[in-house]
Nanobody
Framework: QVQLAESGGGVVQPGGSLRLSCAASGIAFSRYLMGWYRQAPGKQRELVAIITNGDSTEYADSVKGRFTISRDNAKLTVYLQMNSLKPEDTAVYYC???????????????WGLGTQVTVSS
């Protein structure tokens, strides 16, 4: 059974940094596409960043140049380094795992429970 456990969320001032981690189990991690999504209050869940099993990355325009996604296949973990945080980055951040791009972010992919990130002065 796939399990994804996020950690690293918290409260940070604007301009600050956080690093989120997502530890996976129950999957052949190195073969999976991994992603981070976020959902702010009253808004739909949105893609933040994806990293493929070949280490290609994609980012939402709103986070390009500020966030970096990476993975450590030996540790079965995907990371999201978030710099220059803004109040509009406040959201619950979810880890996502999928066997293909066609199911990424959808009901056939796997989700963690999320970690809260709050950017506030």
């Amino acid at each position: 059974q796939v399990q994804l456990a996020e950690s690293g969320g918290g409260v940070v001032q604007p301009g600050g940094s956080l690093r989120l981690s997502c530890a996976a189990s129950g999957i052949a991690f190195s073969r999976y596409l991994m992603g981070w999504y976020r959902q702010a209050p009253g808004k739909q869940r949105e893609l933040v960043a994806i990293i493929t099993n070949g280490d290609s990355t994609e980012y939402a325009d709103s986070v390009k140049g500020r966030f970096t996604i990476s993975r450590d296949n030996a540790k079965l973990t995907v990371y999201l380094q978030m710099n220059s945080l803004k109040p509009e980055d406040t959201a619950v951040y979810y880890c996502n795992a999928a066997q293909s791009a066609t199911v990424m972010g959808g009901p056939l992919s796997s989700w963690g429970l999320g970690t809260q990130v709050t950017v506030s002065s």
